[in-house]
């Protein structure tokens, strides 16, 4: 898949678990490069981690390239219809999100009045001084100056 054969491991063709050039140094190190005894594997290994990582992006920034250059190319083929199609977009969106802002601030001074019409109900009810008495106080009190009676 990586274009390197074997699986990405530069090896021998006699002995597939040999090192680069089938030879094996005397201090078991591997290939020209002469690194420790038993480094074989993780000198091969990262580069075909590497190579990897390449071959993932790879793709991805073609397709980006591609993009750049297809909104390059419909710019210059249809730039002013392009920024004329965006402004009328935005500029509805924005009409809304202003009616729908603007119902909102009418809902809420509504709810206000709504709790100020509530607070004057229950002031009505409660019976508080500034009212004169409510119909809750007047018959708590007709019901004390019956008892009073009675007795």
């Given at each position: 898949m990586n274009g390197h054969g074997d699986g990405g491991h530069d090896r021998g063709q006699d002995d597939p678990g040999a090192p680069h050039?089938?030879?094996?140094?005397?201090?078991?190190g591997s290939g020209e490069r002469g690194g420790p005894p038993d480094t074989r594997f993780l000198q091969l290994e990262i580069s075909d981690v590497l190579y990897g990582e390449a071959e993932a992006i790879a793709r991805p920034a073609f397709r980006a390239a591609l993009l750049d250059a297809a909104k390059e190319r419909l710019r210059e083929r249809f730039g002013?219809?392009?920024?004329a199609l965006a402004n009328l977009a935005v500029?509805?969106?924005l009409d809304g999100a202003f009616v729908s802002l603007e119902i909102e601030g009418r809902i809420k001074a509504q709810r206000e009045t709504s709790e100020r019409t509530r607070e004057r109900l229950r002031g009505i009810f409660?019976?508080?001084?500034?009212?004169?008495g409510g119909a809750?106080?007047?018959?708590?009190?007709?019901?004390?100056?019956?008892?009073?009676?009675r007795r």
């Open positions: 050039g089938g030879e094996e140094r005397r201090d078991g002013k219809e392009i920024t500029d509805d969106l409660a019976g508080g001084a500034a009212n004169g809750g106080e007047r018959r708590a009190a007709a019901a004390r100056k019956a008892r009073k009676a």
